[in-house]
């Protein structure tokens, strides 16, 4: 609207003086100018209020500017650039998620990546389609045989979310240091279950 009116008194300032009637009219709150009509409110100008002195102190400068802003005001948001999978792969996602037939690691892990995709769906950090092929590639790798290549696939999963995400890069470390701990904890336990004599010593 603010271009068809800039361009009307840019029309008018070019051939002097209007030969036919021109419309002031407010649509939506804003006015605009026009040959015909106006379907709501306005009103129709004089002679006298289209003489080019109306126009004369635009400067060249603020007429491009004042179009600038109209075309990136009217111009569509710049797509983010977050590739996320689909509806139909996050359900596939949570069956396998819930399956029975995997052990805690795997089942976690799983739900994990139906969360992250979500964050994804969300505009969370800044995925490729590249990122989900190894995410995709870990969780296949959640069924096999070899603890070690869970374990691994995992990983390379969690380093993908980590760099594309840093808040679930942030998660993600730390949990792990909350694993360490336990897992110190749990050998400490052990070691004095195994030598009840170094336990008693102070």
Not at 13 to 27: H, R
Not at 56 to 74: F, H, I, M, N, Y
Not at 90 to 115: C, H, K, P, W, Y
Not at 193 to 200: D, R, V
Request: hydrophobic share 35%.
């Amino acid at each position: 609207m603010r271009q068809m009116g800039l361009g009307w008194m840019l029309a008018l300032t070019v051939s002097g003086a209007a030969a036919q009637q021109v419309w002031k009219c407010e649509v939506g709150g804003k006015v605009h100018f026009s040959d015909k009509p106006c379907p709501q409110a306005g009103q129709p100008l004089s002679e006298r209020n289209l003489q080019p002195n109306v126009v004369e102190a635009l400067k060249p400068e603020d007429v491009q500017a004042t179009l600038g802003r109209a075309s990136a005001a009217s111009a569509p948001p710049a797509p983010s650039g977050n590739a996320c999978p689909g509806d139909g792969e996050i359900r596939g996602m949570e069956v396998r998620a819930n399956s029975t037939t995997l052990g805690d690691a795997e089942r976690q892990f799983l739900q994990d990546e139906v969360r992250r995709v979500r964050q994804c769906r969300a505009g969370q950090g800044r995925y490729r389609e590249a990122d989900w092929v190894i995410s995709r590639e870990a969780q296949a790798a959640q069924t096999q045989l070899s603890d070690r290549a869970r374990y691994d696939a995992r990983l390379r999963a969690e380093a993908m979310h980590s760099a594309a995400d840093p808040d679930e890069g942030d998660r993600i470390a730390r949990r792990r240091i909350a694993e360490e701990r336990m897992q110190r904890r749990q050998l400490q336990l052990q070691r004095r279950s195994q030598n009840p004599a170094s336990s008693a010593n102070p």
